[in-house]
């Protein structure tokens, strides 16, 4: 099996900063793609940002230059810096990663999801 954990959700003021993590653990071989989605009420589950196994980047064009997302490759687990955050950054955000189990095959797996509410 296969356990993707978030950390670091909360309340913040608009302008604030908070660190999002994610601990992949069970029986997994490698991940490759790491990313962060969110989902705010009513609405559909957007990607904000993904890092692939190079470390290599990409951002929504709402969160550029305000989130910044990391990995740790031997310790399976990927963070989201954000800051500058503003009321629509409130959402849940859920952790994804694109891995292959020990023995298995390859597969999307999600964490539980943190909420993120950023007060006006």
């Known amino acids: 099996q296969v356990q993707l954990v978030e950390s670091g959700g909360g309340l913040v003021q608009a302008g604030g900063s908070l660190r999002l993590s994610c601990a992949a653990s069970?029986?997994?071989?490698?991940?490759?793609?790491m990313a962060w989605y969110r989902q705010a009420p009513g609405k559909q589950r957007e990607l904000v940002a993904t890092?692939?196994?190079?470390?290599?980047?990409n951002y929504a064009n709402s969160v550029k230059g305000r989130f910044t997302i990391s990995r740790d490759n031997a310790k399976n687990t990927v963070t989201l810096q954000m800051n500058s955050l503003k009321p629509e950054d409130t959402a849940v955000y859920y952790c994804?990663?694109?891995?292959?189990?020990?023995?298995?095959?390859?597969?999307?797996?999600w964490g539980q999801g943190t909420q993120v509410t950023v007060s006006s």
């Open positions: 994804n990663a694109d891995l292959w189990r020990l023995g298995a095959s390859r597969g999307s797996y």
């Open positions: 890092i692939t196994r190079d470390l290599s980047t």
């Open positions: 069970g029986s997994i071989f490698r991940i490759y793609v």
